[in-house]
């Protein structure tokens, strides 16, 4: 019995993936599989934390070395299509200046997936604005300073 429970469980998810692939398209479906940029950065130079319209919740954290973004993460309670989007987003980001990053918007990042499907594209929409507010949070931080 086992053999045959391992069997059906290897075929089965074998038909998820091949359904994910083809609703997600190739890129996101990889990201999907190897998330990168998850985690927290401690002490960030800018940080935001958004809930959507879904009640997904993303946070991204910043670090900025010589007025460019050094490093950068995400984490996220919310679905693999919140969490794929999230890690473009803080891929995006890299080696950005500030004034670059206003163009790391939602739409850029469903660019850079090549889309997803109309009932997720808000996921997309959510971790630009996380994005946005991030970058908004370090700017206050430099008049401050």
């Known amino acids: 019995m086992t053999d045959e429970f391992d069997e059906f469980a290897r075929n089965l998810q074998a038909e998820i993936f091949e359904e994910t692939k083809q609703a997600y398209g190739t890129v996101a479906f990889e990201r999907w599989l190897y998330p990168k940029y998850m985690g927290k950065i401690d002490h960030p130079d800018g940080y935001a934390r958004v809930t959507g319209p879904c009640q997904d919740t993303m946070e991204i954290f910043?670090?900025?070395?010589?007025?460019?973004?050094?490093?950068?993460?995400?984490?996220?309670?919310?679905?693999?299509?919140?969490?794929?989007?999230?890690?473009?987003?803080?891929?995006?980001?890299?080696?950005?200046?500030?004034?670059?990053?206003?163009?790391?918007?939602?739409?850029?990042?469903?660019k850079t997936l090549g889309g997803l499907p109309k009932e997720d594209e808000h996921c997309a929409q959510l971790a630009g604005e996380t994005l946005q507010e991030a970058l908004s949070?370090?700017?206050?931080?430099q008049v401050r300073k």
Not at 69 to 89: H, K, L, M, N, W
């Open 62 to 110: 910043l670090k900025f070395e010589d007025g460019r973004v050094s490093e950068a993460s995400f984490q996220t309670d919310g679905c693999g299509s919140s969490a794929v989007c999230g890690s473009f987003a803080a891929e995006l980001a890299l080696g950005k200046t500030p004034d670059e990053l206003l163009d790391v918007t939602g739409n850029a990042i469903l």
């Open 137 to 141: 949070n370090y700017m206050q931080r």
